[in-house]
């Protein structure tokens, strides 16, 4: 199936949300989850969505087209129906719609994107990877944008385009670094730091939307890699455990 970054990103802010409101959920339900997300996904992102069957097929049937319409309801509703996040992949374009804004555009009266597919195919590659890694949660879905352009582009368009500082995404960009440093050795041309934008979207190459298809463009092997790299730069020390007068305290939690 040919579906676009945004039913990727979209799904996986669907599966993550409603997890996070959920208390011990069966692993035999997480195969019924993703393919439910991915329909929700799809069903509000793309133009021509595959039918039910076609859902329940690809899990070679571990999951009925009844069940996934029972369980859509239950995550809407987990949802609170707020199906419209704002991704990381719509961050990047944003940042790099901005980042094009000073050079020649065409006019086209209709709002196409005016930046390089290849740039931004490059961020987003390193977004791809980051994401899998549960840490990014850690981080809003704009400073993961604005910290992976930081690293796979510029850093000065990265603070510019989003209005970030340096400090702002000095956490982020610390954390997405070894990322970043193993694609690079996964794919050298990545090396190539850019000097001046490449040029943008023109009125011959504007009807090409293949850069917006999402891509299976990472490995488990090449998230092992990062994991491990990133891993040698977490500093090791011994856990303190809490004072006596602690140890059988409970507390509230509070999440914002």
Same mark, same amino acid.
């Given at each position: 199936y040919k579906l676009h970054r945004e039913t990727y990103y979209m799904t996986i802010d669907y599966i993550d949300r409603y997890l996070s409101s959920q208390v011990d959920v069966p692993k035999q339900q997480l195969q019924l989850i993703g393919i439910t997300c991915l329909q929700l996904a799809t069903k509000n992102e793309e133009i021509y969505p595959?039918?039910? &069957?076609?859902?329940?097929y690809v899990t070679d049937g571990a999951c009925t087209e009844s069940e996934i319409i029972t369980?859509?309801?239950?995550?809407?509703?987990?949802?609170?129906?707020? %199906?419209?996040p704002v991704t990381?992949?719509?961050?990047?374009?944003? !940042?790099? &719609?901005?980042?094009?804004?000073?050079?020649?555009? #065409?006019?086209?009266? !209709?709002m196409y994107p005016q930046f390089s597919p290849t740039i931004f195919s490059r961020v987003a590659h390193l977004l791809n990877l980051c994401t899998?890694?549960?840490?990014?949660?850690? !981080?809003?879905?704009?400073? %993961?944008?604005a910290s992976a352009l930081y690293l796979a582009l510029n850093p000065h368009l990265a603070t510019h385009a989003s209005g970030l500082s340096e400090e702002d995404l000095a956490a982020c960009v610390d954390w997405m670094t070894p990322f970043w440093e193993v694609l690079k050795e996964e794919v050298p041309e990545y090396t190539k730091n850019f000097s001046k934008l490449l040029a943008g979207v023109?009125?011959?190459?504007?009807?090409?939307?293949? !850069?917006?298809? &999402?891509? #299976?463009d990472i490995s %488990?092997?090449?998230?092992?890699?990062?994991?491990?790299e990133a891993a040698k730069r977490t500093p090791s020390c011994l856990m303190t455990p809490p004072s006596s007068n602690k140890k059988n305290c409970t507390q509230d939690l509070t999440y914002t």
């Open positions: 595959p039918k039910m &069957q076609e859902y329940a369980k859509e309801i239950v995550i809407c509703k987990a949802l609170d129906w707020r %199906l419209n990381p992949i719509s961050w990047l374009k944003t !940042f790099l &719609q901005i980042c094009y804004n000073d050079k020649a555009r #065409h006019s086209l009266g !209709f899998l890694d549960t840490s990014s949660l850690r !981080f809003s879905y704009s400073t %993961l944008a023109t009125k011959t190459t504007m009807l090409d939307d293949s !850069f917006n298809l &999402q891509k #299976h %488990l092997s090449l998230l092992d890699s990062a994991l491990s």
